[in-house]
């Protein structure tokens, strides 16, 4: 057995039962790199970990993380996602699985302004879960739609996990934007579909609402989206149209939010404190597992773990299309189990060059590598937005969440297999929108 597998097994298998034992993955990943550094090199073999991990703590780009973070507590704790939820819900609730399709609409624009999936889920779960359930639509179709359309948030952007991809490889954020965002909007459209569908060939699982909203209602309604779409298009215009950086687009969204909580008279010394708090929470946890993989990546990379694993990648007889579907099935199965930040900081230093290699578009790999991270969102037994759905309703089984996903994930991988046949679907908007 040659050293650098010695070195990947025992890594990877030390990685894997620390995750079992309950160990947070920012802690098991820096202390196994620690404890692997000493056992081949002693206390001199600490310093690429130290460097590993202050090249992260200088990285700008970082600076977005908790600004983008801060713009999604922000919105949970306002009364702004409760307003644009009652103007989807107003909107489209008189068509037969108009709930849903609403729910699925809501938690894309919530993408739009959040960068992540906890917020996006949360909240769609916290105000559309009860309106559905009092027009009886099916349990499945409740916890389906809000898990998977919140997966969106690490895909629309502003993501958080595209903002990493893109400084781990090098490649434009408003490219990887703009891609991501078609991905996003396309798997939305497919979930939308796939309701409606079920709505027309099964009536009694979504019920249309009974009683009609006048347009005067529908218009008052509208209102309440302004605020929200002024920040959409605060954060994304800016960077489309390369006005700002992604770190200043994420200062303008989280000024523009700021000032939408205080035109509604919402925003007082304890929204701060909240806000401020959890922020600081979410931050410091993305923070430490970046340290911790950094570490990790360093020591594994110092043994010569990654070339080893490169080479045995590029030695395979494969098409180039079956070497991109074995990394993407990786990510896949890597999900169920891992935060999305650690898969994407423990795989990409190894699969990126093997796609550079192949020649494959390398915008096209980073909106591909984040769908497979959407789909670990929802993936039993350990994807976060089934437990953020537990957490929603306590009294569901586990069961009951675990089945209402997956026609969703076979949504996903369909799309996500078209994608990966035919990537003009994700590369037209980048290279008409960030040319160059």
Not at 194 to 218: D, F, H, S, V, W
Not at 388 to 404: E, H, N
Request: glycine share 10%; net charge neutral; charged share 5%.
């Amino acid at each position: 057995m040659s050293p650098e597998l010695l070195l990947t097994i025992g890594m990877f298998g030390s990685l894997i039962i620390s995750i079992m034992l309950g160990v947070s993955l920012a802690f098991a990943l820096g202390a196994i790199g620690t404890i692997t550094a000493l056992i081949m090199w002693g206390p001199a073999g600490l310093m690429p970990i130290v460097t590993g991990v202050f090249n992260y703590m200088w990285m700008l780009l970082l600076a977005a993380v908790p600004l983008f973070v801060f713009i999604g507590v922000a919105l949970s704790k306002s009364t702004i996602a409760t307003d644009m939820y009652e103007a989807f819900y107003l909107w489209s609730g008189r068509l037969r699985g108009g709930l849903a399709v609403g729910t699925c609409g809501f938690a894309a624009a919530l993408s739009a302004m959040t960068g992540n999936c906890s917020a996006s889920t949360v909240t769609t779960g916290l105000v559309a879960i009860p309106p559905m359930r009092k027009r009886k639509y099916d349990e499945g179709i409740i916890f389906g739609s809000i898990g998977s359309a919140g997966t969106m948030g690490i895909l629309i952007p502003p993501s958080i996990t595209l903002i990493v991809i893109g400084m781990m490889t090098g490649q434009s954020i408003g490219k990887l934007f703009a891609g991501g965002l078609v991905a996003g909007t396309l798997i939305v459209a497919a979930f939308i579909l796939y309701i409606l569908a079920r709505a027309y060939l099964q009536p009694g699982l979504c019920p249309a609402m009974e009683e009609t909203a006048t347009l005067a209602e529908k218009a008052r309604a509208l209102k309440s989206v302004t605020l929200p779409i002024l920040i959409i298009l605060s954060i994304l215009g800016s960077l489309f149209f390369g006005i700002a950086t992604p770190t200043e687009a994420s200062s303008v969204g989280a000024v523009a939010v700021l000032i939408c909580v205080i035109i509604r008279g919402e925003c007082n010394l304890q929204f701060i404190k909240e806000v401020s708090y959890q922020t600081a929470s979410i931050t410091g946890m993305i923070l430490w597992i970046m340290f911790g993989a950094a570490g990790f990546v360093s020591i594994y990379s110092g043994g010569g773990g990654i070339y080893f694993v490169q080479s045995t990648l590029m030695g395979l007889d494969v098409s180039p299309l079956a070497m991109i579907i074995t990394l993407q099935l990786t990510v896949l199965v890597l999900g169920m189990f891992l935060d999305p930040m650690g898969i994407i900081l423990l795989c990409l230093p190894i699969f990126y060059p093997v796609v550079q290699n192949l020649g494959f578009d390398p915008i096209w790999y980073g909106v591909i590598f984040n769908i497979a991270l959407c789909i670990g969102y929802i993936t039993p037994p350990f994807g976060y937005n089934l437990f953020y759905l537990k957490s929603l309703s306590p009294a569901t089984d586990m069961v009951t969440i675990f089945k209402s996903v997956v026609p969703f994930i076979t949504i996903m991988v369909m799309a996500l297999l078209l994608m990966m046949i035919f990537p003009s679907i994700i590369l037209w908007l980048p290279h008409i929108m960030v040319p160059g």
